[in-house]
């Protein structure tokens, strides 16, 4: 596993600072090939950020689009602060797609979403980027959260965001059960407030595994899940492709079930 | 609703054909700022597409990284080879985070995925963002699928891939009603097979939903979810945020529930 720093990139593909000649400057429209994915891949380098300064600028960025949009932002914009290009050029706005599970469907937590795409950015060994999600999954699944508190939180939410366990990276499950312990309703302001504040927390995690992974230090094997050694890959009935807690939802399993 | 060709953005900001002054050329990695969204929103306009070249060139692009990467480097590919910039210079590679609902999680259907970020890459209002989106992700629910045919199948799978309906957006679930019917394991050749094939039917179905929408004839209105009348928004309830098939995972509702 090797990483480069943003001059060893641009020096690689021969360009001296300040000029420009980057692939977008090559071609005018009609004439442009679709740059191959290896020439851009080799662009997009992630360098180490203060997941502090991350999880203050996701709380931020919920405002202009939500769950995903705020934890993906933070990311690429701490990231554009420092090194330009090709960070700053990222369409950011279509990250609001993702919010309240894309477009309130309630499927997979928006700021999981933007957590799996930043790594999916940076990481281009495939088990690496399952392990490093799944350490962002597992901990949101297993974690009381929001933990965040932002440094000037509004009067009425001082103290009435409550921490939750999700037991599911699932917005639909993740609300609900958060919606249960609050006794706050799931379009009200303290949800919206609760989901902001997750976004810092993913924000963060999600730096920090990044953190990791860049200083080599990650783990390199996942968190093995129970029921897949018969239901998944190899297993005697390989009826499964999973990694989600299990039990939120199949609560029916009889106990005479292995 | 206006949509605006690709002159007329560019017109817009000043360019003139051939020119290379795009943001990205203006400065230097150092004292590059975060271009606004509305800036870069204003770069990224889509134009009509054929969807059964979109369909084909899904299938081909899976074996690169997948069927999130499939889905969105399908359109974004075809017109990057039709429009050059900003197209060319999306990071598709990014994409591959996912496959098998987000790294084999089993949860959001990869290909739904990039069909819901392809809308928000050209959607800009977010109720009818919400409306484009789950006329795809319904679709998806209650048809039965894949129903593409590959102009040159492998031999093994002239016959062998049925079409099943998903009855949820959740890849998870999608797989083990396919497994449950084909009697394939989930980990199979055949099971890539129709996850490729159901990777060209949601590419060319985001397509036809987006050429309706640049022409205008798009549904307005989200056909309701039944049980959020009391559930969802505004309801009695209101302890539930989720649009999808609620009676696929809920299948023990007593009889005396409304």
């Known amino acids: 596993m090797t990483k480069s720093t943003r001059r060893d990139v641009l020096s690689a593909i021969g360009i001296a600072a300040g000029a420009c000649v980057l692939p977008s400057c090559l071609n005018t429209a009609k004439d442009t090939q679709i740059a191959d994915d290896t020439d851009l891949q080799t662009q997009w380098k992630y360098s180490k950020l203060d997941p502090n300064i991350t999880a ?3 709380y931020a960025e919920f405002e202009k689009g939500h769950c995903m949009y705020a934890v993906f932002a933070a990311i690429i914009g701490q990231l ?3 090194h330009g290009e090709p960070y700053s050029q ?5 990250m609001k797609y993702g919010s309240g599970g894309v477009s309130k469907w309630g499927s997979l937590c928006g700021t999981l979403n933007a957590s ?3 790594i999916g950015l940076f990481v281009e060994e495939k088990t690496e980027r399952a392990v490093l999600t799944s350490e962002v999954f597992r901990w949101y699944e297993e974690t009381a959260l929001p933990d965040y508190v932002p440094a000037d939180p509004a009067p009425e939410f001082t103290l009435a965001i409550p921490a939750t366990t999700a037991e599911s990276v699932l917005c639909h499950v993740s609300v609900s059960n958060w919606c249960k312990v609050s006794g706050q309703k799931a379009f009200s302001p303290a949800r919206t407030e609760r989901c902001r504040r997750l976004s810092s927390n993913i924000a963060a995690k999600t730096v920090q595994v990044l953190n990791a992974w860049y200083d ?3 783990q390199t094997q996942q968190k093995p899940q129970t029921c897949n050694s018969c239901h998944g ?3 005697a009935l390989e009826n499964t492709l999973s990694q989600m807690n299990c039990t939120t939802c199949h609560t029916d399993i009889s106990d005479e079930h292995p």
Chains 1, 2 share one sequence.
Request: proline share 5%.
């Open 216 to 218: 080599s230090k990650s």
């Open 116 to 118: 799996a795409a930043v």
């Open 233 to 235: 890959k190899a297993g």
């Open 90 to 94: 990222f369409p950011l706005h279509m």
């Open 80 to 82: 554009a602060d420092e």
């Open 56 to 58: 203050q600028r996701a």
